[in-house]
């Protein structure tokens, strides 16, 4: 079985195959991220492409650092590399407006159960109704009920995707910071992964559950979770052909007239 870890041990390893099987894993999750929190970007593959070559760069220095634990915290990485990637390519809004502000936002989402905190988070973040059903698998009914309170005190938040007034530099400038924030109290990533897949009991999971109740940062941290791990269902992934068009951003792109590394035998027969 072709594990995650395997591709990126050959990616590190400088393998051109093992990119080819990254780029048709992670490019789709990499777009439809793309998609939600920049919107109306001139060319999303471009993007891809910049943070491919500095991924690759120097022996894969900066993909070296990403979480190597699992798939989900290596996507964590990702999202974070991706984002911070896209901010340099956006120019700074003349003035935040004030739902983006944290203050604002910690009061809006104050007094709600953590589902409701959630889907208004994923909400603000550019997220459609409907896909906020299927990211959280629940009714549109319950979804509705979820999103009203959103509706009834930031309308103009609510109309964000409808007017396509949007605000990603603001959103991502938010989203850094939250990261930034997180403490060493905070839950690791893996222990939420472990509690979404309903791998812990009522004793672990309802003090992670309030704390990510309470703490800013770590619903950050609790959504992009449960985001990743939606598109990486639900994206798919590229052919072969797809793929190609994002190998000539590798600064070894050269090899793809080379014969097979051990390594792309590997990952053929795999």
């Given at each position: 079985?072709?594990?995650?870890?395997?591709?990126?041990?050959?990616?590190?390893?400088?393998?051109?195959?093992?990119?080819?099987?990254?780029?048709?894993?992670?490019?789709?999750?990499?777009?439809?991220?793309?998609?939600?929190?920049?919107?109306?970007?001139?060319?999303?593959?471009?993007?891809?492409?910049?943070?491919?070559?500095?991924?690759?760069?120097?022996?894969?220095?900066?993909?070296?650092?990403?979480?190597?634990?699992s798939e989900r915290e290596f996507l964590l990485d990702l999202r974070s590399f991706l984002f911070s990637r896209a901010a340099l390519t956006l120019a700074p809004e003349r003035a935040n407006p004030p739902e983006f502000g944290l203050e604002a936002i910690r009061d809006l989402l104050?007094?709600?159960?953590?589902?409701?905190r959630e889907m208004v988070f994923m909400k603000l973040a550019g997220y459609s109704d409907a896909t906020l059903e299927q990211i959280f698998r629940i009714a549109p009914s319950v979804a509705a009920k979820s999103l009203a309170r959103l509706a009834e005190r930031y309308p103009a938040?609510?109309?964000?995707?409808?007017?396509?007034?949007?605000?990603?530099?603001?959103?991502?400038?938010?989203?850094?910071?939250?990261?930034?924030?997180?403490?060493?109290?905070?839950?690791?990533?893996?222990?939420?992964?472990?509690?979404?897949?309903?791998?812990?009991?009522?004793?672990?999971?309802?003090?992670?559950?309030?704390?990510?109740?309470?703490?800013?940062?770590?619903?950050?941290?609790?959504?992009?979770?449960?985001?990743?791990?939606?598109?990486?269902?639900?994206?798919?992934?590229?052919?072969?052909?797809?793929?190609?068009?994002?190998?000539?951003?590798?600064?070894?792109?050269?090899?793809?007239?080379?014969?097979?590394?051990?390594?792309?035998?590997?990952?053929?027969?795999?």
């Open positions: 079985m072709l594990t995650f870890h395997k591709i990126i041990s050959g990616c590190e390893l400088g393998d051109a195959e093992a990119w080819r099987a990254f780029l048709a894993e992670y490019t789709p999750v990499v777009l439809r991220l793309t998609r939600i929190y920049l919107p109306g970007l001139s060319d999303e593959r471009a993007l891809w492409r910049d943070s491919l070559a500095e991924l690759a760069r120097n022996d894969s220095e900066r993909l070296r650092t990403f979480s190597h634990q104050s007094g709600m159960p953590l589902l409701h938040v609510a109309q964000r995707q409808e007017d396509g007034n949007l605000q990603p530099h603001a959103w991502l400038q938010l989203l850094s910071e939250l990261r930034a924030a997180r403490q060493e109290s905070c839950p690791p990533a893996r222990q939420f992964i472990r509690i979404q897949d309903g791998q812990l009991g009522w004793q672990d999971k309802e003090p992670a559950e309030k704390h990510v109740s309470e703490c800013m940062s770590c619903l950050e941290c609790w959504t992009a979770l449960l985001e990743v791990s939606y598109w990486r269902r639900a994206a798919g992934s590229l052919s072969r052909e797809e793929a190609e068009d994002f190998v000539k951003a590798l600064p070894f792109s050269q090899q793809a007239a080379k014969p097979k590394s051990l390594f792309g035998r590997i990952l053929s027969s795999a």
